[in-house]
């Protein structure tokens, strides 16, 4: 009734930073979070599926903004060395017989709904890039500022996690490593192709980030959510 599929793949540098998690409660309830280590290293990839796994397992309970919240707890205090990992992250919560999907995200990981026509993209990087193009900032000077973040899990409050509702029947999420490395278009025919196959999909994305010129390729995570549950006998 609720499909999924999930894949990350590592990037060129050491240790993958990202993890995703997707997490069914007995209720049929679906919730998964999408977490993008902030940096790489030894610290960061080991605390990243942790912050996953609470994200997902609080989202299915209660609510996205309560399991990003609770993730960000984790990492909240920066430790004794000031080496804390930080991260971004994005939530997904399907119940059985919902027709939306609800999200919560913190930072610059994204959310797509696909109707079966089109790829839309439903959230907005908290980024200062994205507030410089959103205020009319030649595009130049907007992309220059993409990689500095507003928020991040380690920060984030009630007021500073944003939520949606995805009305369609498939929902994505993803890290920055898939959307920043592969365009629009891309992400869309890779959709299209594989809309009845949530995990070739989310493998699909993953594998479709390529290196930009200087040879260097991010971490790049996907979940594939499709939701079947709320349609009717007559409809299938």
């Known amino acids: 009734m609720i499909a999924t599929g999930h894949a990350t793949r590592e990037g060129t540098a050491a240790d993958n930073a990202d993890a995703c998690k997707v997490h069914r409660l007995a209720s049929g309830t679906v ?3 999408v977490i993008d ?11 990243a599926p942790l912050l996953a796994e609470v994200a997902a397992r609080i989202t299915a309970r209660r609510h996205g903004t309560a399991g990003l919240l609770t993730a960000g707890e984790l990492i909240a205090d ?3 060395d000031d080496d804390e990992a930080n991260a971004v992250a994005v939530t997904a919560r399907l119940r059985l017989g919902d027709d939306v999907t609800r999200i919560a995200w913190v930072g610059d990981c994204r959310a797509y709904g696909w109707n079966g026509t089109e790829l ?12 410089l193009r959103s205020n009319g900032a030649p ?14 899990l380690s920060i984030a409050t009630v007021g500073t996690v944003y939520e949606v509702t995805i009305p369609d029947r498939l929902v994505i999420l993803t890290s920055d490593g898939v959307h920043d490395q592969a365009d629009h278009e891309q992400l869309e025919a890779l959709v299209r192709e594989h809309e009845s196959e949530p995990q070739a999909l989310a ?3 993953v594998a479709a ?16 959510l499709v939701n079947d549950s709320a349609r009717t006998d007559d409809e299938g």
């Open 31 to 33: 919730a998964a979070a």
């Open 37 to 47: 280590g902030i940096g790489h290293g030894p610290h960061t990839s080991r605390t």
């Open 78 to 80: 920066p430790g004794p």
């Open 120 to 131: 839309r993209r439903y959230t907005t990087d908290h980024t200062v890039g994205e507030q």
């Open 139 to 152: 595009w130049e000077l907007a992309k220059e500022h993409d990689n500095w973040l507003k928020n991040a």
């Open 203 to 205: 493998e699909a994305l």
């Open 209 to 224: 980030a390529e290196a930009d010129d200087e040879g260097y390729r991010d971490d790049a995570t996907a979940v594939v």
